[in-house]
């Protein structure tokens, strides 16, 4: 049995419950290291693995961890230049540049409307390794560091979406994903655990077959004045379905950080969601 097993006892479930895929916890610790649970979801799907009906959505978020470091605080100076409410460009146009001081997590008083419907606007995807990430002007990233890492997102529920896509993006990119694992991740035992296992496959480079890229998103929980938000991200597993994973960000020293359980996971033993549809789902993807 592979690790993206249904359950023998379960059948088809007809009551629209949500069905076990993962076999070991140690799995989702991780699945981090190689771009999330999303990228490695592929395998069962290629396996010849199948869901009729679509998993209910994860309410569970993760125990806060207590700081071990300190990360770069940015400050915010001035206000965002668009609102998070509409369709994004689907073009691969040509990125802001690496530095901003005019969006992301400079703005004063960004939008705080959550995209429930609509995607955020203005928006442009560029390659990180094989996956695209989106990136806007207005919400961030607004800053890129000389390795690559980028950071700088708008005290907003979408910058919370954006940086948590960024962030996945950044992970499965060998060239830049323990140096974004050391600074967009929130510091404590969840974030060394992760780097350790992340230099370990680094090693071993993974040879998991098949194409994953975005394909939406749902802000699952996001109170007013947020230092923490529940994002669900959607990846589209290769045509064949979809894979969601909820992502708990935390708003540390004035930018968005992911932020992970002690064993290195997101989000412990809530397991990723296989999706027949995106209903329910803001459609956000730069794949043509």
């Known amino acids: ?108 008083n960004p939008s705080q409307e959550i995209p429930r419907v609509a995607a955020p606007l203005s928006v442009s995807w560029q390659f990180e390794g094989k996956m695209l990430i989106p990136i806007q002007a207005a919400s961030g990233p607004a800053t890129t560091s000389p390795n690559g890492v980028r950071s700088c997102f708008a005290h907003s529920p979408t910058g919370a979406v954006l940086a948590a896509m960024v962030l996945l993006g950044q992970i499965q990119n060998p060239e830049v994903s323990v140096a974004a694992l050391h600074n967009r991740v929130y510091p404590g035992p969840g974030r060394d655990a992760a780097i350790a296992q992340a230099k370990l496959t680094a090693k071993t480079p993974s040879t998991v077959a098949g194409d994953v890229q975005f394909a939406g998103f749902k802000v699952l929980d996001y109170p007013q004045n947020a230092t923490r938000a529940l994002i669900q991200i959607v990846a589209d597993l290769n045509g064949k379905a979809y894979g969601a994973m909820p992502i708990t960000m935390r708003w540390y020293r004035g930018d968005w950080y992911v932020e992970l359980q002690t064993d290195g996971s997101f989000n412990g033993s809530v397991e990723p969601d296989i999706l027949t549809s995106l209903s329910g789902y803001v459609r956000f993807s730069g794949a043509a």
């Open 1 to 108: 049995m592979g690790l993206f097993s249904r359950n023998p006892d379960s059948g088809d479930d007809s009551d629209g419950e949500k069905t076990s895929f993962l076999e070991e916890r140690g799995f989702i610790a991780s699945a981090i290291v190689i771009g999330a649970v999303l990228i490695c979801l592929v395998v069962w799907f290629l396996a010849g693995g199948r869901s009729e009906t679509p998993s209910a959505d994860p309410t569970q978020s993760p125990s806060t961890l207590a700081p071990t470091g300190q990360p770069t605080e940015e400050q915010p100076t001035e206000p965002p230049t668009a609102s998070p409410t509409e369709v994004p460009s689907t073009t691969r146009n040509t990125p802001p540049p690496p530095t901003s001081t005019t969006g992301g997590c400079h703005a004063k």
